[in-house]
């Protein structure tokens, strides 16, 4: 069925170290694929995008390729920030007989240590 | 702009209790989600809703219901609550899609039942 993995968090990197968060995904077609990211006591927020193959989307110095042939979608960051701390959630969008909706992943935490 | 507006933030229950959780969206959006949100399990999608008057299981409905009378508002509702439901629950909006629509969350309710 339709589905999101994410790597296991959590992931603890010092201050300027870069950052990959890897993410696969099991859909059918090519749908849209986004990063969001949730900030501790917020809600989410959408981070970036992409909606077809090749594209890159990118945010705030964070990217992320939509690679077909792999089905994944991995986010990076070449210097990561104290700010950065939060849980990163890759999704997609899923479409069917009763409209679209996303399908997200089991969220990655991410510490930045100074 | 409000934009996606949660109440209550923060709720304790006990158990067999019911209550409603109210969603409010000024975006004019077509539709809308409740989501929960469980430590290691990522957000799962309880109900939405396409349109006004209209509503949709999603991966997690057991326990819940939802109505949409009012296009800016959609209610979830526990009837009989049960600690299993104790988590964080998101509302979220969305335009009718095309291929990169994104979703717009709210700050969440943090239910405890007990």
């Known amino acids: 069925g339709d589905s999101v993995t994410q790597m296991e968090g959590p992931v603890t990197l010092s201050e300027e170290a870069f950052l990959t968060i890897n993410c696969t995904y099991t859909?059918?077609?090519?749908?849209?694929l986004f990063w969001y990211v949730q900030y501790p006591g917020e809600g989410l927020q959408l981070l970036l995008k992409?909606?077809?193959?090749?594209d890159k989307g990118s945010n705030k110095g964070f990217e992320a390729t939509y690679r077909k042939e792999t089905t994944s979608f991995h986010l990076e960051k070449g210097s990561v920030q104290v700010s950065d701390s939060a849980v990163y959630f890759c999704a997609f969008a899923k479409w069917g007989n009763q409209g679209g909706k996303l399908i997200f992943g089991q969220g990655t935490e991410l510490s930045v240590k100074p | 702009n409000a934009g996606v507006t949660q109440t209550p933030k923060f709720r304790v229950l006990k158990t067999g209790q019911s209550m409603t959780l109210l969603c409010a969206q000024d975006m004019n959006h077509e539709y809308m989600y409740w989501y929960r949100q469980d430590p290691g399990m990522g957000l799962r999608l309880i109900h939405y809703?396409?349109?006004?008057?209209?509503?949709a299981k999603g991966e997690v409905p057991d326990g819940y219901n939802v109505s949409r009378l009012k296009k800016q508002n959609f209610l979830l509702g526990l009837e009989s609550a049960a600690p299993s439901q104790t988590s964080v629950y998101f509302c979220a909006s969305s335009y009718v899609p095309g291929q990169d629509y994104g979703y717009t969350f709210g700050s969440g309710t943090r239910l405890t039942v007990v």
């Open positions: 809703s396409v349109g006004e008057g209209t509503t």
């Open positions: 859909a059918t077609g090519y749908p849209s």
């Open positions: 992409a909606t077809k193959a090749d």
